[in-house]
Every structure is written in structure tokens, then in C-alpha cells.
């Protein structure tokens, strides 16, 4: 799943649609016009700062809304006086914090502490992600910056179970801890223990395994979880009877996100053990997934599941679609090498469906007409990479099946008569 950060708002009402009619009078106007002869004006640094410094308050913090924090707001702090003040005084400037591009692989244990003394109590959302940081750093984070609820740490070298403090003092609301190889089940069980409000988390390639999945939904207070991403455990695991009669699965969670496995059908009691209890579940990825984990899913989410999204899948989990999922609106079936008649026969059947992707797949026009035909509600379809098709229906390929199917109708009233 790509990676998801949190937005806050803030005080600014900054929006791009606010200005759109504008901009669209604006580009009017000069297209109704004769271009003009540009003016170059020679413009020093000194008259530079002061058109900038003399800009309106409002003005400039948009501006600075627009700029990355890191590290563009340590050198604004060092342009005057009055910058510094701005960027001290809007706490909303630091409550979201990144590292782009090589700023990631540039930031150090040192850098991180000095940047908190900055940062204090507005900090809110965090993400290190790809960062070369340790654990004794995030350590004095979570000490100078106490307000963090949303973390992010994938691809970081830390040593998750020394951690604690850090999690209890946070209290996280959402933690993305991907492609950490240090993350196991001791450290699944810290965290869900110390951050009982968490909500959102992504352990995809970790080195969770079935065990630490299960004694998650076991605990004595019920997991608040909403978003699940991790990847499938390939070694098996056989459920004691005990943990069979404290399951409790995540009652809350309504997205779900997992790769496949090549243990085939050893997942699947653990699986319906965490996932067969999630009545509000309605969004789902499923990549390399055997066909009987949809059968495992269709108890819980058949009349709620609205969107589906399958890559790699075979015949099989195709041919289960329309019976176990018949309200679907999404559905994205990626990089699978499928018959275009099975699919339509799965598709057409699905009365509720609003989008749906099929890019890469070997769809043909009359396979798209029966589809459209069938599916009354369809507003979007995306047939980007079908090679089948004309450019024309890759780029359009409701109003270009539509046309085709009026073209035939008319024709048939015209041979009838």
C-alpha cells in the first residue's frame, strides 16, 4: 500500500479551487489580448529582501506553507528577525514533518535532536522514513516533542523493543514500521500494548509471523485497529484450542491490505480467526492470494465490501467474485493473464459497480461492450495499458463502447425496418 500520512488542518484555508476561476479569467483575458513585450528589471538582493519582508503577514505564511519543513524552514529562521518570528509563532508550520529525497539519507542522530528543540510540543505527525536514525535518537524525540501521533519508520535500522517509552509517551494514533526486519512479535505486542488507540498500522516485511497477528486480536481491550497492512506469514501455523475461544478478530477494521504466501492452505484458519469477525470490513488488497481466502472473507464483509483490489490472482479467485461480493463499486484486477470472456462473465454480473480498473489485461472491444452493457452504473473505466484495444478506447472507453453500442442498435432498427 503506498505509504499514507495524516493531513491536519490548520488554520490557513489555503486551496488551490479557490483560485481556479480566477486563473481561468486571468488566461481569458490574455488570450483576448495582444501579447506585450516583456520588461526586464535588474532587482538587488537588498531590494529583493525588502519587497519580500514588506509582503502582508497572511501572504507570507501561505508562502511558507508551500515550502518543504525540512530544510527550509531551519534556513528562513536565519534570514531576519522577522522570518524567525513567523515561523516560531506559527505553530502549524511543524506539525507535519518530512524528510524528502536526499535530506533522508543526509539526517543524523545529532541533526534529529537539534531539530526537536524546534519542533516542542507542535509536532503531530513524523515521518522518518528511510532515515539513518536509531533508537537512542527517537528516544530524545519523544521526550522534547510529546504530542507525536503519527509515526512513520519504515526501512529505519531500529530496535523496535527498546522503544517502549517512546510508544507510551506518544499514545500513536497511526505507525508505519515497514520493511523493518527488526520488528517481530515481542514488538507487535509493545506496541499495541503501550498505543491502545492505534488505528492505523503497516507491518508489511517485517518479521511478524501468525502468532503475534493472533495475540493481537486477543488482547483483553478491543483492538480499535481501522487499517491493516502486513504481509502474509509463509511459515504455518496451527491454532491452540484456547486461542480459538479468546478471538476476538478486529471489529473495527474496515481496510485491509495483504500479500500473498506459498503455504497455500495452512493460512487459512489463522486468517478466518482474525478476519472472519470484521463486519465493517470494505476495502481490500489482496496480492498473490490463494481463492479460498475470499471464501474465508465472505461470512464477514459480502453485503459491505465495496472495494476490491486483486493482483496476480488466477481463475479461480475471479470465478468468486459476483457470488461472494455482489455489492462491489471498485474493482482493480492488475498483472494477471485471465481469458477477457472469464472476466466479463464476473464483471457483468456485478449490477453495483462504478469503477473499474483492468489496465494490462487482455480486454477486447466486444468484452468491453458487454460490460457496459451490463453495468448500468459504470462512470469510470481505466484501460490504459490494454493493447487489445485502439487508442481511441484505451482513452475513452465508456464514450467510445456507448457510441458502439448506439451504432449497433440503430443498425438493427434500420435492418428490421
Request: with cysteine.
Amino acid at each position: 500500500m503506498p505509504r499514507k500520512r495524516a493531513k491536519f488542518d490548520t488554520d490557513s484555508d489555503d486551496s488551490d479551487e479557490d483560485y481556479l476561476p480566477l486563473a481561468a479569467s486571468a488566461r481569458k483575458e490574455v488570450c483576448t489580448r495582444a501579447t506585450p513585450t516583456p520588461i526586464l528589471v535588474e532587482v538587488s538582493d537588498k531590494d529583493a529582501s525588502d519587497i519580500i519582508t514588506t509582503l502582508p503577514t497572511e501572504l507570507k505564511t501561505r508562502i511558507f506553507l508551500r515550502l518543504s519543513p525540512i530544510p527550509d524552514y531551519i534556513v528562513l529562521r536565519e534570514v531576519c528577525k522577522d522570518f524567525n518570528d513567523m515561523v516560531q509563532s506559527n505553530s502549524f508550520l511543524w506539525q507535519d514533518v518530512s524528510f524528502p529525497g536526499r535530506t533522508a539519507y543526509m539526517l543524523r542522530d545529532k541533526q534529529l535532536t537539534s531539530l526537536c528543540e524546534v519542533w516542542g510540543s507542535h509536532l503531530r505527525c513524523l515521518d522518518l522514513s528511510s532515515t539513518n536514525v536509531t533508537s537512542r535518537s527517537l528516544m530524545d524525540v519523544a521526550a522534547r516533542c510529546p504530542n507525536v501521533r503519527h509515526l512513520d519508520v519504515s526501512s529505519c535500522r531500529l530496535y523496535p523493543t527498546s522503544l517502549s517509552q517512546a510508544f507510551t509517551q506518544w499514545q500513536l494514533r497511526t505507525l508505519n514500521i515497514a520493511r523493518t526486519s527488526r520488528f517481530n512479535n515481542a514488538a507487535l505486542s509493545l506496541v499495541t500494548t503501550t498505543s491502545p488507540h492505534l488505528t492505523e498500522l503497516d507491518i508489511s516485511h517485517t518479521s511478524v509471523t501468525w502468532a503475534g497477528l493472533v495475540d493481537m486480536q486477543c488482547q483483553p481491550a478491543d483492538s480499535l485497529l481501522q487499517v491493516l497492512v502486513f504481509s502474509v506469514p509463509s511459515q504455518p501455523y496451527h491454532l491452540p484450542d484456547s486461542v480459538r475461544a479468546s478471538s476476538k478478530g478486529f471489529p473495527f477494521l474496515h481496510t485491509l491490505v495483504c500479500g500473498g504466501s506459498s503455504c497455500g492452505g495452512s493460512i487459512l484458519d489463522p486468517f478466518a480467526l482474525c478476519f472472519s469477525k470484521s463486519p465493517r470490513l470494505n476495502h481490500i488488497k489482496l496480492v498473490r492470494v490463494v481463492p479460498d481466502i475470499l471464501g474465508v472473507l465472505h461470512p464477514a464483509c459480502s453485503g459491505s465490501l465495496q472495494c476490491l483490489y486483486l493482483t496476480h490472482v488466477d481463475r479461480p479467485v475471479i470465478n468468486m467474485l459476483a457470488e461472494n461480493f455482489p455489492r462491489l463499486q471498485t474493482l482493480t484486477i492488475l498483472d494477471t493473464r485471465i481469458r477477457s470472456e472469464d472476466i466479463c462473465n464476473q464483471v457483468s454480473k456485478l449490477e453495483h459497480l462504478v469503477d473499474l480498473d483492468l489496465r494490462g489485461l487482455h480486454i477486447t472491444k466486444a468484452t468491453l461492450r458487454q460490460i457496459v452493457k451490463d453495468c448500468t452504473h459504470l462512470r469510470r473505466v481505466c484501460l490504459d495499458t490494454c493493447r487489445d484495444l485502439p487508442i481511441a478506447w484505451r482513452q475513452n472507453p465508456l464514450e467510445e463502447a456507448r457510441k458502439s453500442l448506439a451504432k449497433h442498435a440503430n443498425d438493427v432498427i434500420e435492418h428490421n425496418d
